[in-house]
Nanobody, 125 residues
């Protein structure tokens, strides 16, 4: 069964950093675009960042631009999200996802085909 598994979440103080990682199992996602979404309590899931299959293009939500960096390692079939200068409003469950769309950088939930179970990130003030 194809799966994406996130890791690296936790509790951090405002201004701190965390690095999330997402690994594939059950099949290869090397040629898929990959993205990160997040969902805060009481809110809808929202786009955070995405990267095309070869890493040639990345796209970020305005709220994280300049603070978060998405990257991938196709040899390991992983995608990472480096989060710096974290703010309390970054608190959410973070999900990685894989999309068969490769010509453009997918930024909406409906463009993604596979999802992880999520990892909790909490930022204290």
């Amino acid at each position: 069964q194809a799966q994406l598994v996130e890791s690296g979440g936790g509790l951090v103080q405002a201004g701190g950093s965390l690095r999330l990682s997402c690994a594939a199992s059950g099949r290869t996602f090397r040629f898929y675009s990959k993205g990160w979404f997040r969902q805060a309590p009481g809110k809808e899931r929202e786009f955070v960042a995405a990267i095309t299959w070869n890493g040639g293009n990345t796209y970020y939500a305005d709220s994280v631009k300049g603070r978060f960096t998405i990257s991938r390692d196709n040899a390991l079939d992983t995608v990472a999200l480096q989060m710096n200068s974290l703010k309390p409003q970054d608190t959410a469950v973070y999900y990685c996802a894989a999309s068969q769309i490769t010509r453009v950088t997918p930024t909406t939930m409906r463009e993604y085909d596979y999802w992880g179970q999520g990892t909790q990130v909490a930022v204290s003030s």
